[in-house]
């Protein structure tokens, strides 16, 4: 199989915060995969802005570096395309709180007919004053773009007041709220799979799901970005975003058709649905050191902190189909294995034919968003051999790479395809002003009810699966976690 890569449109792209940690390890990484690629034209730039005082050339260095150091890419990239893709990009020195650098950065992106798309890749305080200033100075015609990066807000007040500071100067076809949990290649199978196949949609119900888990683990702990964790916590930094688009996908009814409205429509609808979580359906866990590695409170540098590095809830969604299956999800860092997984635990069958001996099973359909992307469904079979009729469950696998062959390890990482997804101006699979401020909407009564109790989170083991609380959430509906390994 040979893919198509299909170039996009000429475009100008700025990258406010530049010469930060995200646009080092991801956003520059990933634009020189797409110009590999061959889906850049040779009349894109990539201009990186920041205060930092250095000219085009100090940020080609600095590009050449972060490529060298990030770019985990295929080897079709080879070493000498370094200095093409360099050619394309260059450096203004600006404040997003000042009048420094803005005319120069005017002059350089006037009269260009190309796409002109600006990444807010600065910490979000910043948000408002970008737009402000692209605003006066120019830019914010009505082809250009804006990629606002997380968080979006810290609640539902403050997303609301954003998005109203950026509908001042954009139109919401403009904005591109990124997560990048919607560019990952299976997470978008997941709507491939459910809408492209008779096999699941009629099974995709509480009559025949018995309960669904989201597992979001991470090995790392916070490192460099502490400050900015220890404001946030698990529930904040991937709970109200990430899982959540996750939960909507899974759960969304079938959008009439693959447009970035009528998915993001169904996918408010799944959230507005979501009932609140009550305090005995929610585990919070904090990190404990181990294996050499610090734990968390000397991690972020305050040792009296009750922020969570691990949250554990159940979900329930009160609308036709869900009634009565509950999503499980969790999140952490420092856990046993880095895996990201959703379950979906199918319901033993009605009336067993065999005897005792033979067990109870179940289906499990497991997509899997990382490692080894790609999905299995667990299928109970006869074990072989003789000694009667005993059942064995065994995984129909689809791993991608060994499904697709070579094509499957080119796929682009997420950045990349949400990048080229701005520039083609298709908003699928970004978030809409209104799904965001109702993911808060449902995120702050738990925050504000460990506040108000001033709860401290379950300390847990460094490479655990989290504390036992988080068992326990299952335990008690007479279910499991499944482990987290690779
Ligand atoms: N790093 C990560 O893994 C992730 C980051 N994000 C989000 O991405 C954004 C950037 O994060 P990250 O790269 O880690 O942050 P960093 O602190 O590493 O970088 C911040 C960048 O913003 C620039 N900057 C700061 N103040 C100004 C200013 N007044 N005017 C213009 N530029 C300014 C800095 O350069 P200078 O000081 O020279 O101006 C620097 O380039 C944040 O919103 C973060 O939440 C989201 C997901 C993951
Ligand atoms: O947005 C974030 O995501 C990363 C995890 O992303 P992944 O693609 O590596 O799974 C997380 O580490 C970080 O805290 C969070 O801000």
């Given at each position: 199989?040979?893919?198509?890569?299909?170039?996009?449109?000429?475009?100008?792209?700025?990258?406010?915060?530049?010469?930060?940690?995200?646009?080092?390890?991801?956003?520059?990484?990933?634009?020189?995969?797409?110009?590999?690629?061959?889906?850049?034209?040779?009349?894109?730039?990539?201009?990186?802005?920041?205060?930092?005082?250095?000219?085009?050339?100090?940020?080609?260095?600095?590009?050449?570096?972060?490529?060298?150091?990030?770019?985990?890419?295929?080897?079709?990239?080879?070493?000498?395309?370094?200095?093409?893709?360099?050619?394309?990009?260059?450096?203004?020195?600006?404040?997003?709180?000042?009048?420094?650098?803005?005319?120069?950065?005017?002059?350089?992106?006037?009269?260009?007919?190309?796409?002109?798309?600006?990444?807010?890749?600065?910490?979000?305080?910043?948000?408002?004053?970008?737009?402000?200033?692209?605003?006066?100075?120019?830019?914010?015609?009505?082809?250009?773009?804006?990629?606002?990066?997380?968080?979006?807000?810290?609640?539902?007040?403050?997303?609301?007041?954003?998005?109203?500071?950026?509908?001042?100067?954009?139109?919401?076809?403009?904005?591109?709220?990124?997560?990048?949990?919607?560019?990952?290649?299976?997470?978008?199978?997941?709507?491939?799979?459910?809408?492209?196949?008779?096999?699941?949609?009629?099974?995709?119900?509480?009559?025949?799901?018995?309960?669904?888990?989201?597992?979001?683990?991470?090995?790392?702990?916070?490192?460099?970005?502490?400050?900015?964790?220890?404001?946030?916590?698990?529930?904040?930094?991937?709970?109200?975003?990430?899982?959540?688009?996750?939960?909507?996908?899974?759960?969304?009814?079938?959008?009439?058709?693959?447009?970035?409205?009528?998915?993001?429509?169904?996918?408010?609808?799944?959230?507005?649905?979501?009932?609140?979580?009550?305090?005995?359906?929610?585990?919070?866990?904090?990190?404990?050191?181990?294996?050499?590695?610090?734990?968390?409170?000397?991690?972020?540098?305050?040792?009296?902190?009750?922020?969570?590095?691990?949250?554990?809830?159940?979900?329930?969604?009160?609308?036709?189909?869900?009634?009565?299956?509950?999503?499980?999800?969790?999140?952490?860092?420092?856990?046993?294995?880095?895996?990201?997984?959703?379950?979906?635990?199918?319901?033993?069958?009605?009336?067993?034919?065999?005897?005792?001996?033979?067990?109870?099973h179940r289906n499990i359909l497991t997509i899997r968003l990382q490692p080894n992307e790609g999905m299995d469904l667990g299928v109970t079979i006869k074990e072989p051999g003789p000694g009667g009729?005993?059942?064995?469950?065994?995984?129909?696998?689809?791993?991608?790479?060994?499904?697709?062959?070579?094509?499957?390890?080119?796929?682009?990482?997420?950045?990349?395809?949400?990048?080229?997804?701005?520039?083609?101006?298709?908003?699928?699979?970004?978030?809409?002003?209104?799904?965001?401020?109702?993911?808060?909407?449902?995120?702050?009564?738990?925050?504000?009810?460990?506040?108000?109790?001033?709860?401290?989170?379950?300390?847990?083991?460094?490479?655990?699966?989290?504390?036992?609380?988080?068992?326990?959430?299952?335990?008690?509906?007479?279910?499991?976690?499944?482990?987290?390994?690779?």
């Amino acid at each position: 199989m040979v893919s198509r890569v299909i170039p996009v449109d000429p475009f100008d792209l700025v990258i406010f915060g530049g010469t930060g940690d995200l646009a080092r390890r991801k956003i520059l990484p990933a634009l020189f995969r797409r110009f590999c690629a061959g889906q850049m034209e040779d009349n894109s730039r990539i201009i990186g802005a920041a205060r930092a005082d250095m000219d085009d050339a100090g940020y080609r260095d600095f590009v050449r570096e972060a490529i060298a150091e990030f770019n985990t890419g295929p080897a079709t990239c080879e070493a000498g395309t370094v200095d093409g893709f360099l050619e394309r990009v260059g450096y203004v020195a600006v404040d997003a709180m000042g009048e420094d650098g803005w005319e120069e950065l005017g002059r350089r992106m006037r009269d260009r007919n190309v796409v002109q798309a600006f990444y807010f890749s600065v910490g979000p305080s910043l948000f408002g004053a970008l737009a402000e200033r692209l605003h006066a100075h120019g830019m914010a015609g009505e082809g250009t773009r804006i990629v606002v990066e997380k968080p979006f807000g810290r609640d539902e007040a403050s997303a609301r007041a954003l998005n109203a500071t950026l509908a001042e100067h954009f139109d919401e076809s403009q904005i591109y709220r990124i997560d990048h949990y919607l560019g990952k290649e299976t997470v978008q199978n997941l709507m491939a799979v459910r809408f492209g196949n008779m096999l699941f949609e009629p099974l995709w119900n509480s009559q025949y799901v018995d309960h669904i888990q989201i597992t979001v683990a991470e090995t790392v702990g916070v490192g460099g970005r502490g400050e900015y964790y220890d404001k946030s916590g698990a529930m904040r930094d991937m709970m109200q975003n990430h899982l959540m688009q996750l939960l909507c996908l899974i759960a969304m009814e079938p959008p009439a058709k693959f447009d970035p409205d009528a998915v993001r429509d169904e996918k408010l609808k799944v959230i507005r649905a979501l009932d609140p979580v009550e305090p005995q359906d929610i585990v919070r866990g904090q990190y404990t050191g181990g294996d050499g590695q610090p734990d968390y409170r000397t991690q972020v540098e305050n040792p009296d902190s009750r922020t969570e590095s691990f949250v554990a809830l159940k979900a329930r969604i009160s609308n036709w189909r869900w009634a009565g299956t509950p999503f499980y999800l969790r999140t952490g860092k420092r856990l046993r294995a880095k895996v990201s997984e959703i379950a979906v635990v199918f319901k033993e069958t009605p009336h067993s034919i065999f005897t005792e001996d033979a067990g109870r099973h179940r289906n499990i359909l497991t997509i899997r968003l990382q490692p080894n992307e790609g999905m299995d469904l667990g299928v109970t079979i006869k074990e072989p051999g003789p000694g009667g009729m005993r059942l064995v469950d065994v995984p129909l696998d689809m791993t991608f790479a060994d499904a697709l062959g070579p094509d499957a390890e080119d796929v682009p990482d997420a950045y990349e395809r949400l990048i080229m997804d701005v520039i083609r101006g298709n908003q699928t699979l970004f978030m809409r002003g209104d799904e965001v401020v109702a993911a808060w909407a449902w995120t702050d009564p738990i925050i504000a009810a460990w506040e108000e109790r001033g709860e401290a989170p379950k300390p847990y083991d460094s490479g655990s699966s989290g504390p036992e609380d988080a068992l326990a959430l299952l335990h008690h509906d007479g279910r499991r976690w499944r482990d987290i390994r690779v």
